[in-house]
């Protein structure tokens, strides 16, 4: 479960490190990041209330198959990130910015 209050982060390690360990993720956010929706890759449930987070977590407490099979497809998505890919784009990124 991740749940962010009224600070806004633009990359959230802690939900690809959760993915990468293949948690099963519940993510509370009174609007969340397009960055972090997009790390999430409708890999896990987002809420938008303390009561629905609440009960999706009870729920999937009692529903095991359902937990396993969520952080199955977050552990998959997690592989996407990876620190290759990551120090690659920064690269590029900085190499297209010093060439104009």
């Known amino acids: 479960a ?4 009224t600070f ?3 990359f959230s390690l802690c939900l690809l490190e959760a993915m990468a360990a293949g948690l099963a ?7 969340p990041q397009g960055s972090m929706l ?3 890759g409708g890999t896990g449930i987002v809420c938008n209330n303390p009561t629905t ?3 999706v977590i009870i ?9 396993r099979e969520l952080g199955e497809k977050a552990k998959a998505r997690a592989k996407y990130y990876s620190i290759k890919k990551m120090n690659d784009a920064y690269n ?6 010093l060439e104009k």
Do not use: A, C, N
Request: net charge negative; proline share 3%.
């Open 53 to 55: 987070f609440k009960s």
């Open 92 to 97: 590029q990124l900085f190499k297209d910015v």
């Open 25 to 31: 993720i519940v993510l509370y956010s009174k609007g």
């Open 2 to 5: 991740d749940m962010h209050g």
């Open 38 to 40: 997009e790390i999430l």
């Open 8 to 10: 806004v982060e633009t």
């Open 59 to 67: 729920e999937l407490l009692r529903d095991p198959e359902r937990k």
